[in-house]
Every structure is written in structure tokens, then in C-alpha cells.
């Protein structure tokens, strides 16, 4: 007890010692304190140097977002995939129509005509159509062709297209001068009419003229409107178990994958007994059955 009571026991002049530094020391925490505060300014939330600053975080933030988003380069609609037209905002079904025109070997040539097989909305075409990048010899057809319904043809005009007349009307013996008479069918689109009836060794259906590249329908509509399959084509057929991967291919309709697939199934069974088997094979396009096999049979 003596120990601690020697600790605790001041005399008047230390207890006011005391005393003096415990107010010395309240003031100088009072001072501080209210120091801190009068530094502490009240900024105002709508002041203009606040709102200039938020305006630029603001501008920043939308860079910043627009960035983000994926950019639309210059493309040709015909090679439009599932994850490229999800991109650009088209429907499954915009789509499937889409890749269900390409896979009869046919081509977008324009924007309009990319908006009747797809369906897709006046306002999804106005905003991916500025960045369709057509073949330059395309682009260069359509811009003849709009120069042209602007012209008035005069009556010699006119008349050059009836100084031919027609030899006949079957479309697989009609010659490159009896297809000029048609309007918008000139020497190029004549001579390819031609070219491609040569490669399928005759037309046997009326609408595979549809197939022929940069045709547009309402000019192949113009062209069936005068000429028409009157008689089938001879076509030999070849035996598809005894054909090789080559030959096969040579087939208009039939192209490298497709004829890997064909080839495959007739590994595994070993040889075809009907060529309707052909239809049994997984993704084999089905639309295109009734030209293939104008080639081929199985013996």
C-alpha cells in the first residue's frame, strides 16, 4: 500500500501542474479539430467546373463503350454464317433462308435482292446494306443498269432489238443471238447462258437458268417467258460405284465436300444397289437430288 500511495500522492503545486497541462492539452485538440474542418470546403455539386468535369467523364465513358462494341467491316452478304448474321441483329429464320439460297449455287447481286430472300426489316437493311461489298464487276452492272431505266430508248432504240427474229423457242438449241433479243440479256449474259447450258450438257429443268451467276430472276423470268426446255437433253449417265473421286467431281452440282461424303458412304456399304441411297446420307442437300442424279445411276 505504501508503494502505490507513494505513485498517487502530489503535493498543491504538481496537482495544479496537472491541472494546467490537461487544459493546455484540450485546447491544442480543440484547435486542431476545428482547423481541420474550416479546411474542408463545400463544394458545390452543380457548379461549373463540377459539371464540365463530369461532362468529360461522361463523353469518356461512351468512347469507352463504343469501342467495345464489335466493329462491322465491309463484307459480301453471299458468305453471311449463322454467328456473322447473329451478329449484324438477323433472325434464325432471316438467316436459314439465306443459306437455304446459297445452297442452290445462286448469288446476291444488290441489296434488294438481299431483302426478298431474307425478309429482313427496312431498317436492319438500312443499316448493314452500307457496308455489302459486292465483286467490282458487279457493282459495275448495277450502276449500267440503274444508268439505264433512267434512259428513254428512242424508237431506234427499240427497234435494234426486234431486227432479229427468233429461230425457236427451245431454250436448249437457242443461240446466242435469239437470247440478245431479250431485254437485259446482252452478248456477256448471252454467251454465259451458253457456257453454263454446255456444263450441264442441256437444261432439263426450265429453272436452272435461276442457277446461272449474276442472272437476275426477273431477267431470267423475261428469258423463260419466250424459251422453255421442249425437249430434255441426252445425258449419259455414269455408274457411281465405279467412278473415281475426280470424275465424280466434274458433276455441276456435286462439290469437294459433298463428293467426300458421297465417297465415304460408299465405303461403308460397300456399293450403292439404288441411287435414291444417296439420300440417306447425313446433310446431303435434298433440293439438289433431282439434278444430281440426272449423272449418275447405280449398277
Given at each position: 500500500m505504501k508503494i502505490f500511495k507513494s505513485h498517487f500522492w502530489y503535493n498543491k503545486n504538481q496537482r495544479n501542474g496537472i491541472f494546467v497541462l490537461g487544459i493546455i492539452i484540450l485546447v491544442l485538440q480543440v484547435l486542431i479539430f476545428t482547423n481541420v474542418v474550416s479546411q474542408d470546403k463545400?463544394?458545390?455539386s452543380n457548379s461549373p467546373e463540377i459539371l464540365a468535369f463530369q461532362h468529360?467523364?461522361?463523353s469518356l465513358r461512351l468512347i469507352q463503350i463504343e469501342n467495345r462494341k464489335p466493329k462491322i467491316y465491309p463484307f459480301n452478304p453471299n458468305y453471311i454464317d449463322d454467328y456473322k448474321?447473329?451478329?449484324l441483329g438477323m433472325s434464325l429464320e432471316e438467316i436459314?433462308?439465306?443459306?437455304l439460297f446459297r445452297k442452290s449455287n445462286k448469288f446476291i447481286n444488290s441489296k434488294k435482292e438481299f431483302q426478298n430472300?431474307?425478309?429482313v426489316s427496312d431498317s436492319l437493311l438500312n443499316k448493314i446494306a452500307p457496308y455489302f461489298k459486292f465483286p467490282d464487276w458487279v457493282t459495275k452492272r448495277n450502276q449500267q443498269k440503274n444508268t439505264s431505266r433512267n434512259f428513254n430508248y428512242s424508237k431506234t432504240d427499240k427497234s435494234r432489238f426486234a431486227k432479229h427474229k427468233i429461230s425457236t423457242t427451245n431454250i436448249n438449241n437457242a443461240?446466242?443471238?435469239?437470247?440478245?433479243?431479250?431485254?437485259g440479256i446482252g452478248s456477256a449474259f448471252s454467251e454465259r447462258i451458253i457456257k453454263y447450258?454446255?456444263?450441264l450438257q442441256g437444261f432439263s429443268f426450265n429453272n436452272q437458268l435461276y442457277e446461272i451467276w449474276g442472272l437476275e430472276k426477273e431477267v431470267?423470268?423475261?428469258?423463260?417467258s419466250v424459251f422453255k426446255v421442249e425437249t430434255k437433253p441426252f445425258i449419259k449417265k455414269e455408274n457411281l460405284n465405279t467412278l473415281e473421286f475426280k470424275q465424280l467431281l466434274k458433276n455441276p452440282y456435286i462439290d469437294y465436300k459433298l463428293c467426300k461424303m458421297i465417297f465415304e458412304y460408299r465405303d461403308e456399304v460397300a456399293e450403292l444397289q439404288d441411287i435414291a441411297e444417296l439420300k440417306n446420307i447425313k446433310d446431303f442437300p435434298l433440293e439438289l437430288y433431282d439434278r444430281i442424279v440426272l449423272y449418275l445411276l447405280a449398277e
Amino acid at each position: 500500500m505504501k508503494i502505490f500511495k507513494s505513485h498517487f500522492w502530489y503535493n498543491k503545486n504538481q496537482r495544479n501542474g496537472i491541472f494546467v497541462l490537461g487544459i493546455i492539452i484540450l485546447v491544442l485538440q480543440v484547435l486542431i479539430f476545428t482547423n481541420v474542418v474550416s479546411q474542408d470546403k463545400v463544394i458545390e455539386s452543380n457548379s461549373p467546373e463540377i459539371l464540365a468535369f463530369q461532362h468529360q467523364i461522361d463523353s469518356l465513358r461512351l468512347i469507352q463503350i463504343e469501342n467495345r462494341k464489335p466493329k462491322i467491316y465491309p463484307f459480301n452478304p453471299n458468305y453471311i454464317d449463322d454467328y456473322k448474321g447473329e451478329q449484324l441483329g438477323m433472325s434464325l429464320e432471316e438467316i436459314d433462308r439465306l443459306l437455304l439460297f446459297r445452297k442452290s449455287n445462286k448469288f446476291i447481286n444488290s441489296k434488294k435482292e438481299f431483302q426478298n430472300i431474307t425478309k429482313v426489316s427496312d431498317s436492319l437493311l438500312n443499316k448493314i446494306a452500307p457496308y455489302f461489298k459486292f465483286p467490282d464487276w458487279v457493282t459495275k452492272r448495277n450502276q449500267q443498269k440503274n444508268t439505264s431505266r433512267n434512259f428513254n430508248y428512242s424508237k431506234t432504240d427499240k427497234s435494234r432489238f426486234a431486227k432479229h427474229k427468233i429461230s425457236t423457242t427451245n431454250i436448249n438449241n437457242a443461240t446466242a443471238e435469239d437470247f440478245k433479243t431479250i431485254s437485259g440479256i446482252g452478248s456477256a449474259f448471252s454467251e454465259r447462258i451458253i457456257k453454263y447450258r454446255s456444263k450441264l450438257q442441256g437444261f432439263s429443268f426450265n429453272n436452272q437458268l435461276y442457277e446461272i451467276w449474276g442472272l437476275e430472276k426477273e431477267v431470267a423470268d423475261r428469258v423463260l417467258s419466250v424459251f422453255k426446255v421442249e425437249t430434255k437433253p441426252f445425258i449419259k449417265k455414269e455408274n457411281l460405284n465405279t467412278l473415281e473421286f475426280k470424275q465424280l467431281l466434274k458433276n455441276p452440282y456435286i462439290d469437294y465436300k459433298l463428293c467426300k461424303m458421297i465417297f465415304e458412304y460408299r465405303d461403308e456399304v460397300a456399293e450403292l444397289q439404288d441411287i435414291a441411297e444417296l439420300k440417306n446420307i447425313k446433310d446431303f442437300p435434298l433440293e439438289l437430288y433431282d439434278r444430281i442424279v440426272l449423272y449418275l445411276l447405280a449398277e
